[in-house]
């Protein structure tokens, strides 16, 4: 496997802290879905819930509200999208009008986004492995 540097390592300690990431591959991270303190969370959402904008990605919550996220909080990849995100900087803003999403309070929530997060940790095959575990992009 390459080696990562001590700077990526580094930073990578800081936006994963909590989470018990590791190198998974030449090209992927894994870690945990939740921290064990739950402020923490990645979560896997299907493409149309990312919006690229001049400034980073917004994430689509419902009809009009998103939360804006930094570049390195997505991982855009052959398994899917992954998006990191934290309690305290769960920033709730009323954006955009988005025709294909209805209008649902309860994803304005981040306790809502930490249940899809556990839901997505908890999925497991019929021998008890873990179906649907984080490939974060290097």
């Known amino acids: 496997m390459k080696t990562i540097s001590s700077k990526t390592k580094d930073f990578n300690d800081y936006r994963f802290e909590g989470l018990n990431w590791y190198q998974f591959s030449n090209k992927y ?15 896997r959402v299907g493409d149309s819930h990312i919006l690229k904008t001049k400034f ?34 769960f920033n709730v803003k009323e954006w955009g009008s988005f025709e294909d999403f209805d209008f649902e309070p309860e ?3 981040f306790k809502a986004w ?4 556990k839901a997505q940790e908890d999925f497991k095959d019929e021998d008890g492995e873990p179906m649907n575990i984080v490939r974060w992009e290097i």
């Open 56 to 89: 980073g990605y917004a994430l689509i919550l419902d009809h009009n509200h998103v939360v804006f996220l930094k570049d390195w909080q997505i991982s855009d990849s052959y398994f899917g999208v992954e998006v990191l995100l934290q309690k305290d900087f």
């Open 29 to 43: 991270y894994s870690m945990n879905r939740v921290s064990a303190d739950e402020s923490k969370i990645v979560v």
């Open 114 to 117: 930490l249940e899809a997060a």
């Open 107 to 109: 994803n304005l929530d």
